[in-house]
């Protein structure tokens, strides 16, 4: 399980929202000292960061050098893979070196991935809240998810990794992720500190100089605040390595980070609000998004709709392990203002705002 005496860790994301916040805490971490962490990082000049101030090992290079993953991962008791959870061909690069080194020393390695409560849309485009709420506690509803659902893919096949037991595989679902990240990698200028899915609903709205929404806005989706789910990242680390007999992994490894709920028109009604005390907007109200505009925001209009999806879910798998989330909705509506202020000093390149993919970069 360790390397000389150390647990050897490889984590990809670190420059990004949920990776920096990840290994933020993994520095700080009581037992940081047992640690040997490795990251990839395709920025030089952050890497460097990482490795003088902090101590981070960093290899230098791309999602796109298999090879290298490969390797990495082979190297490691523990990854942690926090960047795109939609990279089948990078999945396969990094299964494939857990399985090697299971092959070679008989270790079981440990895999948290990243996916995201994306995986439970619908197409509700935003016209009514789905009486569906899933469980990570409720297995048979968990395997019923489609494989053609956004994340799946990739999913399945940490979930197979599992099943075929040459790694112990568990997977965090985070909900949308709200709050501007404050810690230690970001004061160094080494990771994002912005979420991504409510700026790109707010770059929307400075664009159109009126906050908007998919249909109606009636849908649902969870929330969750990026320490609140940074935590639970921890919480299920130190579980695997204190007690894995009683850490669920492959089907019982699902656990959702998500720590309250909000329709689509919450969180345009909030921009609105801002906007009209911002003097951009002259009324609070938002109006529906056209085909064009989603197309226009989100270059895709399937991408527009998801905006208006519905996403409802119930995290009790990490609460059992002592996940104790802090922040609530209430917070998470009474973030936004800060959040468009920070969105009005960014640069504007263009008028596309969002990928399909959890708040990762």
Known sequence: ?????????????????????????????????????????????????????FGVNVVIGTHQEFDKIHDL??????????????????????????????????????????????????????EYATDTIYSDLNIEQIKSIPPTAVHRHVDLHVINADMQGYARTHIVFPATIYGIAQHALVDAGVSNPYSVQVPG????????????????????????????????????????????????????????????????YDISKTIGKTLVQLGISEEAEPTSFTVEELVKYWRSEFIGWYNGSNSRCRAERGRLLGWKPKYTTEDFLKS?????????????TDTYVWRLIPECY
């Open 73 to 126: 991962a082979m190297q490691s008791h523990i990854v942690f893979h926090l960047a795109d959870s939609d990279d089948e061909a990078f999945i396969k690069a990094l299964l494939s070196g857990m399985k090697d080194r299971h092959a070679k020393f008989g270790d079981v390695p440990i895999l948290i991935h990243t996916s995201g409560t994306g995986v439970l849309t619908d197409d509700a485009r935003g």
């Open 201 to 264: 609903m707010i770059k929307a709205a400075l664009n159109r100089k009126r906050a908007g929404m998919v249909g109606k806005g009636k849908s649902l989706w969870p929330d969750v605040h990026i320490d609140d789910v940074a935590e639970l990242y921890i919480v299920l680390f130190d579980s695997t390595i204190s007690n894995p007999g009683k850490t669920g992994h492959g089907w019982e490894g699902f656990y959702f980070g998500a720590n309250g709920e909000h329709t689509w």
């Open 1 to 53: 399980m360790t390397e000389g005496g150390k647990t050897s860790i490889f984590l990809t994301g670190a420059t990004g929202y949920i990776g920096g916040a990840v290994l933020a805490r993994l520095l700080g971490h009581p037992s940081a000292g047992t640690f040997e962490i490795t990251a990839l990082v395709r920025n030089t000049e952050k890497a460097n960061i990482l490795k003088s101030k």
């Open 336 to 348: 936004i203002p800060a959040e468009i202020e920070a969105q009005m000093k960014q640069p504007s």
